[in-house]
């Protein structure tokens, strides 16, 4: 369960940025719109990250856990990145189920 | 002529800043060539090591005897008795892995580079050849292995390596200054070119850590044992063994040495004992005999050191008397020893269980599509010129080596579900039905008139062969999804796994088959010029 949070953590994360991401102003939500806003979404991601990494401390090592967090940085980015223009409601959707499964974990003891 | 005028503009406003145009071109050339000669072993290499992320969780599915709870150890030397008669070459004995299946006994066939196993069942008092090869065949093809081709093929494959690393250090230079901006702008309202080129930098510039982790370790992995021989005279002043100290864990079989004249060595439970009083941490896995009943003949004690990360150990002693030859643990070790160990811990990914596992898959299918966008990038841009026949090759070769490795991959597994297990030449039969199956499926993408349609017709075959793999499981086991006795886990598991890579590449091939049908416009020299202001670079 302590992975699974880790990894909705990520998914999180990567969301998060990716929003922010001006880039992309046609997948841009509402909300992402004003300078305050980003700086708090990517805060948030940033504080996302860093929980991940700290609960896999739990479970391994640091330098370990510090590649499970890139490599599952790297996944989350790439899968945004490529999915988001082509199927944006079926990542909107994942985001949403990600936002409901992180309390869920929490409520179900994901935190050793 | 106005594509490479387009591009070297292009390259020269973006890095001006730091490079002659020269330079420019240069690593732009580099950086193509070395992309188009290596990506087809590459690929090949990135897709089998993808699977054998999962190799011990394939061999337990592939093989029943893994499904049954394991016994331990009582004596490492019954075990050696049941093998018996022995060669006298090296032996390798290992312990039943992960608490499941029987110990097996190992050894190269003399005078051959053949490696041969068997399963030693111990309360039975039988010996069972090694029936089952697929998760095996698929381990060695990842790095080039191969019995019949020996070491020569395996140092290609460092080699093509070094080529692949050539193009991703040229390709981070050319596109040093826009890194950042590439790793979310994926335009799928443009041309197919502006398409996979935008693929190939997502996919490419968020797998750089670990592509360059993965192809820098896999290198020096293909390449030890030779870099080890050639520095034994200039390094070591031909001292091997100082040199098999000094390389550690990089390397895994020592050259052949004489290890004197016969002797009755102390038995393997005694030097077990020895090898346990010398380093308590130490979980024997594996046992490595050399010239074991010879005077010089040595043994040693391998597996994890309870404690420490990417901690493997090994105790060498020496059979005639016990006497400790050589203790090598983390904390003990030398600079090339932990270079080595990190190496082999980051490659084999030591680390993180089945979670980064599943998400190092995932990275490795992002490296497929890396290098197989790389040849699509280069052949939009050159369809615009006159047809060439090297160009419509490559594109005929992309095909079928993208899509027939995954339909050999499959094919493999499919096969080793259907040959009978008590078959002689089972091993034989499933090696060459995957060499045809994949020679065949290259065929017939030389052959075919489009490749987009090759494409799509090998991706759907490898999805339908994926998605049979759970219904012809039932054959040899009943404890898979669609078996009817107990569950377990792992055959569970990698049977969800094969099915979710089925609908992947179901999807892949709808995708490609409905591109193919919208007619996407073709890439004219003016919409490329018109487009490369668009395309970062």
Known sequence: MTELLCVALLYLASALIYATTRRRRTLQPAWASTRLSVAAARIAALACIASAFALWRTIEPGPAAFLVILTGQIVSGTLFALIAPVAPRLIACATALCLLAIPTLLSLGAVP | ?537
């Not at chain 2, 699977?51 to 490492?76: C, G, H, I, N």
């Not at chain 2, 790793?183 to 443009?190: E, K």
């Not at chain 2, 599943?358 to 990275?363: T, Y």
């Not at chain 2, 027939?404 to 030449?425: E, H, K, N, Q």
């Open chain 2, 1 to 537: 002529m106005m594509i490479d005028r387009a591009e070297s503009d292009r390259a020269k406003r973006s890095t001006s800043w730091k490079m002659s145009p020269r330079v420019v071109s240069r690593y732009w050339g580099t950086h193509a060539w070395a992309g188009i000669v290596t990506s087809l072993v590459i690929y090949v290499m990135f897709l089998l090591g993808s699977f054998v992320l999962f190799y011990q969780p394939l061999t337990v599915w592939e093989e029943p005897l893994k499904q049954e709870p394991a016994r331990d150890v009582a004596s490492w030397q019954r075990l050696a008795d049941l093998g018996e008669p022995l060669p006298e070459q090296d032996i390798w004995i290992y312990a039943p892995q992960h608490e499941r299946g029987l110990p097996k006994l190992g050894y190269f066939l003399p005078g051959t580079t053949a490696w041969r196993m068997w399963w030693l069942d111990d309360a039975a008092e039988r010996v069972i050849p090694q029936r089952e090869m697929a998760a095996a065949y698929v381990y060695d093809l990842h790095y080039l292995w191969h019995d019949v081709t020996g070491y020569w093929l395996q140092y290609g494959a460092g080699v093509m390596v070094f080529g692949f690393l050539l193009a991703i250090v040229t390709g981070v230079l050319i596109h040093l200054r826009k890194l950042v901006p590439q790793l979310h702008q994926f335009r799928i309202d443009r041309s197919r070119r502006v398409f996979w080129s935008d693929i190939h930098k997502v996919t490419g510039v968020f797998g750089l850590p670990q592509q360059l982790i993965y192809a820098t370790t896999g290198a020096l992995m293909a390449l030890s044992p030779l870099l080890f021989k050639l520095s034994i005279q200039p390094v070591f002043g031909g001292d091997e063994l100082r040199a098999v100290h000094t390389a550690g864990a990089l390397v895994e079989e020592p050259p052949e040495r004489d290890h004197g004249a016969r002797v009755t060595p102390l038995t393997l439970d005694q030097l077990h004992a020895r090898a346990l009083a010398a380093e308590p941490r130490l979980e024997p896995e594996k046992l490595v005999l050399r010239g074991y009943k010879k005077h010089e003949g040595t043994v040693d004690f391998l597996g994890h050191v309870r404690g420490i990360a990417f901690g493997d150990g090994l105790v060498r002693v020496r059979a005639r008397d016990g006497a400790i030859l050589h203790v090598e643990t983390p904390d003990r070790e030398t600079a090339v020893g932990a270079v080595a160990r990190w190496m082999h811990g980051l490659h084999t990914v030591e680390y993180g269980g089945l979670t980064a596992r599943i998400m190092i898959f995932f990275l490795g299918m992002f490296g497929c599509i890396t290098i197989l966008s790389g040849n699509w990038v280069w052949l939009e841009r050159r369809k615009a010129r006159a047809a060439s026949l090297g160009n419509t090759l490559l594109e005929r070769l992309t095909a079928g080596v993208g899509g027939g490795a995954i339909v050999a991959l499959g094919s493999l597994f499919l096969a080793s579900r259907f040959i009978p297990l008590d078959w002689p030449s089972r091993p034989k039969q499933e090696e060459l039905g995957l060499a045809l199956v994949f020679f065949g499926c290259v065929a017939y993408a030389l052959a075919g008139r489009s490749a987009v349609r090759t494409w799509w017709q090998l991706l759907a075959t490898g999805s339908l062969i994926f998605a049979a793999l759970p219904f012809a499981a039932t054959r040899f086991s009943s404890r898979g999804l669609l078996g009817v006795g107990p569950r377990d886990e792992i055959v569970v598991g990698v049977e969800l796994g094969f099915l979710l890579f089925a609908g992947a590449l179901a999807a892949a091939a709808a995708v490609v088959r409905s591109a193919r049908r919208q007619a996407v416009p073709a890439t004219t020299p003016d919409s490329l010029v018109r487009e490369s202001s668009a395309v970062s670079p």
